[in-house]
């Protein structure tokens, strides 16, 4: 695992993303892709408010968290700021309404229970949610996400809730050195997409690729890369405490 220096001023916020922007330029060159399709959404969770002010000052507009209770904390603290906020983890159906109330985005849909709590807030709110549908392409059980197999059905089932507008597909892939591995998990999620597409055609987004993968999953199509340590710095604890998953 890399370790990354933790950003401490605006300058060095504005280094730090300009040299991910610039490796994610060079990894879409590689693909005969355009840079202009990839959107870097900056992963904020765990950081501060006061460093978060300096990363929006440096240029970020938009900020990922994958607890809806922090997110909910740091837009109210950051209120007087222009900042959209995405939630790209699981969800539980008792937390939708943070959800509702303060994400643009959510990235981890991965149940019909979890569909239905959010647009029951959401019609209640007379708000619209983009969401990424969260696909397992790693056949691991821990992990979240619906299997590969499941999502046309799936899919079938988002028309019932109109507040939800589909965007595209979400995956982490395997936490793996081996590169073809990792690689696979994001042709996966493409394979999903492109079958989706004739039936979903506003469902295009690839949600995949984080710090330590996010020159693979440009290079296999990632429209969003979901980058934190590579630009806040390394998290002093280890991904299991982030991700409580398989309980
Ligand atoms: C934390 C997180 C990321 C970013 O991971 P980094 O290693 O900090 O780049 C991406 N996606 C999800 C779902 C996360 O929880």
């Known amino acids: 695992?890399?370790?990354?220096?933790?950003?401490?001023?605006?300058?060095?916020?504005?280094?730090?993303?300009?040299?991910?922007?610039?490796?994610?330029?060079?990894?879409?060159?590689?693909?005969?892709?355009?840079?202009?399709?990839?959107?870097?959404?900056?992963?904020?969770?765990?950081?501060?408010?006061?460093?978060?002010?300096?990363?929006?000052a440096a240029g970020c507009r938009e900020l990922g968290e994958n607890k809806p209770q922090e997110a909910k904390r740091k837009s109210a603290?950051?209120?007087?700021?222009?900042?959209?906020?995405?939630?790209?983890?699981?969800?539980q159906t008792n937390k939708a309404k943070d959800v509702a109330a303060?994400?643009?985005e959510f990235q981890a849909l991965d149940s019909v229970r979890v569909a239905e709590a959010l647009d029951r807030r959401l019609q209640a709110l007379g708000r619209g949610l983009d969401v990424y549908v969260q696909v397992n392409t790693s056949d691991e059980?821990?992990?979240?996400?619906?299997?590969?197999?499941?999502?046309p059905a799936f899919l079938a089932e988002l028309p019932a809730f109109a507040s939800l507008r589909l965007r595209g597909f979400m995956t982490l892939a395997e936490f793996s050195s081996d590169e073809e591995r990792v690689r696979a998990c994001f042709r996966r999620l493409r394979d999903v997409r492109d079958r989706a597409v004739q039936d979903w055609p506003e469902a295009v987004e690839l949600s995949m690729g984080m710090s330590g993968d996010y020159e693979i999953a440009v290079e296999e199509g990632s429209t969003c890369?979901?980058?934190?340590?590579?630009?806040?710095?390394?998290?002093?604890?280890?991904?299991?405490?982030?991700w409580p998953e398989g309980q």
């Open 225 to 242: 890369v979901r980058v934190g340590q590579a630009i806040f710095g390394s998290r002093a604890l280890p991904d299991s405490h982030y």
């Open 141 to 151: 059980e821990q992990k979240y996400g619906l299997p590969p197999a499941e999502v």
């Open 102 to 104: 303060v994400a643009a």
């Open 77 to 91: 603290e950051m209120a007087d700021l222009d900042v959209s906020w995405a939630v790209i983890g699981h969800l």
């Open 1 to 56: 695992m890399s370790s990354y220096p933790p950003a401490q001023t605006v300058a060095e916020f504005e280094a730090g993303i300009a040299e991910v922007m610039r490796r994610i330029d060079a990894a879409a060159d590689r693909a005969g892709r355009s840079p202009s399709d990839v959107r870097l959404l900056p992963v904020s969770k765990t950081v501060p408010q006061e460093r978060l002010r300096l990363a929006v």
